[in-house]
């Protein structure tokens, strides 16, 4: 493998059922039991159909305590394509995410910013826009 390539994510959540509802009502994903399999509560998080572009991941329980306000991202940050900005910004803080830092344009190439899910993990959103400026 010349270039290895992200292949999964893992999100981590004080509480499962309401992280479950954040990112299927925003996102639509939708979540595989696999808790049997691994001994222990794991939802694999299916994000879109196969053959599309994207990977996908899974949801456990948070192993350590809830990440501060104030504290710094730690972790990898998972950023989710969209095609429309801010139809998918209002579905996020409908469902109880908050923002992070403000939509800006990454100049000829698309709009960007970051939120947090309903249980304070850090996540971008990236809408593609050659004419973002």
């Given amino acids: 493998m010349a270039n290895p390539r992200p292949v999964h994510f893992e999100i981590q959540a004080d509480d499962i059922e309401r992280a479950k509802t954040f990112y299927t009502e925003v996102f639509g994903w939708r979540f595989d039991d696999y808790g049997d399999a691994v001994g222990s509560p794991y939802f694999g998080v299916v994000t879109g159909e196969e053959g599309e572009p994207g990977i996908n991941g899974g949801l456990l329980p948070r192993t350590g305590g809830s990440p501060a306000i104030d504290q710094p991202v730690n972790a990898y940050v998972v950023t989710i394509a969209c095609d429309d900005y801010d139809a998918v910004a209002e579905r996020i803080y409908?469902?109880?995410?908050?923002?992070?830092?403000?939509?800006?344009?990454?100049?000829?190439?698309?709009?960007?910013?970051?939120?947090?899910?309903?249980?304070?993990?850090?996540?971008?959103?990236?809408?593609?826009?050659?004419?973002?400026a």
């Fill in 94 to 132: 409908a469902h109880g995410g908050e923002g992070v830092s403000p939509k800006a344009a990454i100049m000829g190439m698309a709009w960007q910013g970051y939120f947090k899910d309903t249980e304070g993990n850090v996540f971008g959103l990236h809408q593609p826009d050659p004419n973002a």
